[in-house]
């Protein structure tokens, strides 16, 4: 079983389109996150939740919105999606918010034309 | 602002050799870890080092943490083509939700 996935693992879209990535954890973890990992590898922190409540948000432009309706998922969707959206967006899991080793997902190539 | 930077940032090496990367960060930290990313693919925590801690052994991977120059290094015994990957150093601080903030990594490549 896989611990931490995302759907879906490619996604290519037109400029402007709204469009979600959904991701599930089955660790019984209590946090969760989205990284975002652009061109040149460099991943970077976009939110973390824990149980259900947002904790992190890095100054992410409100066009994306992280919805965790449990918290055993944490989704995102983004809204008018623009060229600089183009990345590889990852869903991650940790037991605790205290520090701790986290889980990745397979991540998401959002590719915006 | 970025936290961590690592050196090299590419490292070619042949089976069998050993493997050195290090990364450096700013700030004041609960701990330090390092991540593997293979080529298209997920990260995969390798290991843990709080910062109490001087060094810590898993299988053929060694860290050390330098807290006063605020250093880590990772250390790949006799290594094996499998381990061509990137590799990526990470840390995280007291009381930021669990976040973890990331060098820019390293690709080892091991010819067999």
């Known amino acids: 079983d896989t611990a931490v996935s995302q759907t879906p693992k490619y996604l290519v879209t037109q400029m402007g389109n709204d469009k979600s990535i959904k991701c599930e954890q089955n660790l019984g973890h209590d946090t969760m996150y989205w990284y975002k990992q652009d061109s040149k590898k460099f991943l970077k922190i976009m939110f973390s939740?824990?149980?259900?409540?947002?904790?992190i948000n890095e100054t992410v432009p409100n066009r994306f919105s992280p919805k965790s309706p449990d918290k055993a998922h944490l989704n995102l969707h983004i809204n008018s999606l623009e060229l600089g959206d183009s990345a590889v967006y990852f869903c991650a899991s940790s037991q605790q918010t205290g520090g701790g080793e986290a889980f990745f997902g397979q991540g998401t190539r959002l590719t915006v034309v | 602002s970025q936290q961590g930077e690592e050196d090299p940032q590419a490292l070619s090496i042949q089976e069998g050799e050993n493997a050195t990367m290090n990364c450096s960060y700013k700030?004041?930290?609960?701990?330090l870890q390092w991540y593997r990313q293979n080529s298209g693919r997920g990260l995969v925590h390798l290991i843990l080092i709080r910062s109490n801690e001087r060094e810590k052994h898993s299988g053929r991977l060694r860290v050390t943490l330098d807290t006063s120059k605020k250093s880590s290094s990772l250390l790949i015994t006799a290594s094996r083509a499998a381990d061509t990957a990137s590799y990526f150093c990470?840390?995280?601080?007291?009381?930021?939700?669990?976040?973890?903030?990331f060098g820019q990594g390293t690709e080892l490549s091991v010819k067999p």
């Open positions: 990470a840390t995280q601080i007291y009381n930021q939700g669990g976040k973890l903030i």
């Open positions: 939740y824990n149980n259900k409540e947002l904790i």
């Open positions: 700030t004041s930290i609960n701990n």
